[in-house]
């Protein structure tokens, strides 16, 4: 019995040595080093893209926000004042990152309750069905999963304004 467990050890040591000769073999490839390279640019530049440049439209109405905002505090102020600009792209600054701040809850679900209600009572005066909370939190999900990084660009545009508003404090000093 001692030389029918001797003889199983050699073979298994056996095919150990011969799957460590195939995996050094295996592993050598340089075409693959270069492609894996290429593989991680592009993840990352894919990256960049979702959170970035997903969706340009964002971008535009978040910077016209801005500018409605710094219309109506210049108008309150007098547009004659330097003071006023500065106040109106401060305050743009504030509200879309404030917008921005909203938009993290809400694309972390802390809002679903509050539009499921809505949906449902508005469904319920118009007579018509109205789904379940567990099929309206999965649509929601997967809705989500699309647009991941919706926020960005009321941040972007809101440092845009906090920069121009430092900038015009300066010169206003």
Same mark, same amino acid.
């Given at each position: 019995?001692?030389?029918?467990?001797? /003889?199983?050890?050699?073979? @298994?040591?056996?095919?150990?040595? /011969?799957?460590?000769?195939?995996?050094?073999?295996?592993?050598?490839?340089?075409?693959?080093?270069?492609?894996?390279? /290429?593989?991680?640019?592009?993840?990352?530049?894919?990256?960049?893209?979702?959170?970035?440049?997903?969706?340009? @439209?964002?971008?535009?109405?978040?910077?016209?926000?801005?500018?409605?905002?710094?219309?109506?505090?210049?108008?309150? &102020?007098?547009?004659?004042?330097?003071?006023?600009?500065?106040?109106?792209?401060?305050?743009?600054?504030?509200?879309?990152?404030?917008?921005?701040?909203?938009?993290?809850?809400?694309?972390?679900?802390?809002?679903?309750?509050?539009?499921?209600?809505?949906?449902?009572?508005?469904?319920?005066?118009?007579?018509?069905?109205?789904?379940?909370?567990?099929?309206?939190?999965?649509?929601?999900?997967?809705?989500?999963?699309?647009? &991941?990084?919706?926020?960005?660009?009321?941040?972007?545009?809101?440092?845009?304004?906090?920069?121009?508003?430092?900038?015009?404090?300066? @010169?206003?000093?």
């Amino acid at each position: 019995m001692n030389d029918d467990l001797k /003889e199983q050890f050699k073979m @298994i040591d056996n095919s150990k040595e /011969e799957s460590n000769e195939e995996e050094v073999f295996s592993t050598r490839v340089p075409i693959d080093e270069a492609t894996a390279n /290429e593989e991680a640019v592009s993840t990352s530049d894919s990256l960049l893209r979702q959170i970035f440049f997903h969706k340009p @439209i964002k971008y535009i109405v978040s910077f016209i926000i801005g500018l409605v905002v710094i219309v109506i505090t210049m108008f309150v &102020k007098g547009p004659k004042y330097l003071i006023s600009y500065v106040d109106g792209t401060f305050i743009a600054g504030f509200v879309l990152i404030a917008v921005g701040f909203l938009s993290i809850l809400t694309s972390k679900g802390s809002m679903d309750i509050f539009s499921y209600s809505t949906k449902y009572v508005y469904n319920k005066f118009r007579n018509k069905e109205v789904e379940r909370y567990h099929e309206y939190s999965s649509n929601k999900m997967e809705k989500r999963e699309k647009y &991941k990084f919706s926020y960005v660009p009321y941040f972007v545009n809101g440092a845009f304004y906090f920069v121009i508003s430092l900038i015009l404090l300066i @010169i206003l000093e």
